[in-house]
Structure formats: C-alpha cells, structure tokens
C-alpha cells in the first residue's frame, strides 16, 4: 500500500502563485508515476501534470508554461508550482500515484481545495 499525504493549496488572487506537496510513503517502490488531478465544480476530473520515475513529465495543455511538476526521490515527495493563476484553476486537487503495469491511478491524496479569485 501506498498513502499520500497533500498540503498546500489554499485562496489566492488571480496572477498569484501557491505551491502543493505531496508526501508518498509505504510501498514506494511500486509507484512509476505520481501525478496531480483536478476537479472543478461540475466538471469531471482531469489530468493536470505528472511527472515518472525517469523525470519525464506530462501537463495539461491548459497549465502549459504555468505549471511546474517536480519530485524528490530522496524524501518521497512531488510538488507542483503553480504560477499566474487564473479563477479557472478553481478546483479540488488531487495527489495520485500509479503502480508499475499500470495506466490509471491506484493511490490518491486527501485533496485538497485551491480557488483564486479574480
């Protein structure tokens, strides 16, 4: 088993920045790429960035340019920097990991909610 712990996130002005952190622990080892969804009100969840265990990463076209994935194997963590926001980005995220063999998520965060306000 795999547990994903969020923290970030939060209220800010449109242009603003905020960054997320998510802490992976347990059965490490099964992950190959950790990633972040969203959902925002009314709308399905969506694939923002993801980022595996070689460093290739992966964004939505709409972060494009505003959104940085990273990670750090040595603490287990990935984070997201998120840059010149916009009242679009509005949404619940969500830390996911996937095991090797596998394409969808098996391993989630708590989510966590980010609303920036025009």
């Known amino acids: 088993q795999v547990q994903l712990v969020e923290s970030g996130g939060g209220l800010v002005q449109a242009g603003g920045s905020l960054r997320r952190s998510c802490a992976a622990s347990?059965?490490?080892?099964?992950?190959?790429?950790m990633g972040w969804f969203r959902r925002a009100p009314g709308e399905q969840r969506e694939l923002v960035a993801a980022?595996?265990?070689?460093?290739?990463?992966n964004y939505a076209d709409s972060v494009k340019g505003r959104f940085t994935i990273s990670r750090d194997g040595a603490k287990n963590m990935v984070y997201l920097q998120m840059n010149s926001l916009k009242p679009e980005d509005t949404a619940v995220y969500y830390c996911?990991?996937?095991?090797?063999?596998?394409?969808?998520?098996?391993?989630w965060g708590q989510g966590t909610q980010v609303t920036v306000s025009s």
């Open positions: 980022i595996s265990t070689d460093g290739s990463t």
């Open positions: 347990g059965s490490i080892f099964m992950i190959i790429v």
């Open positions: 996911a990991a996937v095991k090797y063999g596998r394409q969808v998520p098996d391993y």
